[in-house]
């Protein structure tokens, strides 16, 4: 099933590019939060597993992929993506949505449970949880804060090779797919990040406590999905969200790093479970 791309006007004007996979709407839909600086199209292998009988959405988040940017790198951060994201669930009439957020998009799936309970019906969780691992944050801010301007694709899937952290890239289509959603040729022709690199500045501010939002799950099932050599999201925190939440299903996927791509042997029969059992 192939997604149709949409372009959503935000609060304060800023367009919002939306991916729709319409399935229909038999079930309640499912809308997928990417990671910090991913974009919607992460989603175009793990939407199928869920689409038959249910919309199911994504996006960019503003400063990303095809959304507008914006010269207040605020606008970037937590509290303005929760509000976009509420604002699309609202134009796109959507309720009693599940959601799967992989690492930041997890954040924000604790945000919307805060803001909006009464719109969730289940949370998906991917490798993130309330405490970071300092040094995948620290990654995290070097990677999100660097244009290597790159002079090819396949100079990009070498690059991403060398600096990521373990995936379950299994093809060179694969880690070519990859390099294509995380770098684009831009005037130069060279290959740049498809975000705005100014995002890396509002990862300078020390972190909140983000426990109290992941108690703002307790009203909804949840799915932890654990990549088992993860620096983000690391053993201590699994067994601490546990013991808060010992009804919490959880899933390691094993030799995977920040993050899972959701669609390897490990977890994807138990997230299209999950997720129809939501229902």
């Known amino acids: 099933m192939e997604p149709l791309t949409r372009t959503l006007s935000a609060w304060d004007g800023l367009p919002l590019c939306?991916?729709?996979w319409d399935g229909g709407n038999r079930l309640p839909p499912v809308l997928c939060l990417p990671g910090l600086v991913r974009t919607g199209a992460d989603f175009d292998t793990v939407a199928p597993l869920f689409a038959d009988g249910r919309t199911v959405v994504s996006l960019?988040?503003?400063?990303?992929?095809g959304s507008g940017r914006s010269s207040n790198v605020m606008r970037y951060g937590p509290e303005a993506c929760v509000r976009d994201?509420?604002?699309i669930c609202a134009a796109l009439h959507l309720?009693?949505?599940?959601?799967?957020?992989?690492?930041?998009g997890g954040l924000l799936a604790m945000g919307v449970a805060a803001a909006r309970p009464a719109l969730l019906r289940g949370v998906v969780l991917n490798d993130v949880g309330p405490d970071i691992g300092s040094a995948g944050a620290d990654f995290v801010r070097d990677f999100v804060g660097l244009d290597p301007a790159l002079r090819s694709l396949d100079a990009c899937v070498t690059y991403l090779k060398k600096r990521l952290p373990p995936l379950s890239l299994a093809s060179d289509h694969a880690w070519r797919?990859?390099?294509?959603?995380?770098?684009?040729p831009g005037a130069d022709g060279r290959f740049h990040p498809v975000w705005d690199i100014a995002i890396a500045r509002l990862?300078?501010?020390p972190p909140p406590d983000l426990w109290p939002l992941?108690?703002?799950?307790?009203?909804?099932p949840v799915l932890l999905a654990h990549g088992a050599v993860s620096t983000l999201l690391l053993p201590e925190t699994v067994a601490a969200m546990r013991a808060r939440r010992p009804d919490m299903t959880v899933v390691t996927v094993p030799g995977v790093g920040h993050a899972p791509i959701l669609t390897e042997d490990a977890i994807r029969d138990t997230l299209r479970a999950f997720v129809a059992a939501a229902d």
């Open 60 to 65: 960019d988040y503003a400063g990303r992929g």
């Open 18 to 20: 939306v991916r729709l």
């Open 177 to 184: 797919t990859m390099a294509a959603l995380t770098y684009a």
């Open 214 to 220: 992941f108690g703002a799950l307790a009203h909804v």
């Open 203 to 205: 990862l300078r501010r």
């Open 95 to 104: 309720s009693n949505v599940a959601i799967v957020g992989t690492s930041f």
């Open 85 to 87: 994201v509420l604002d």
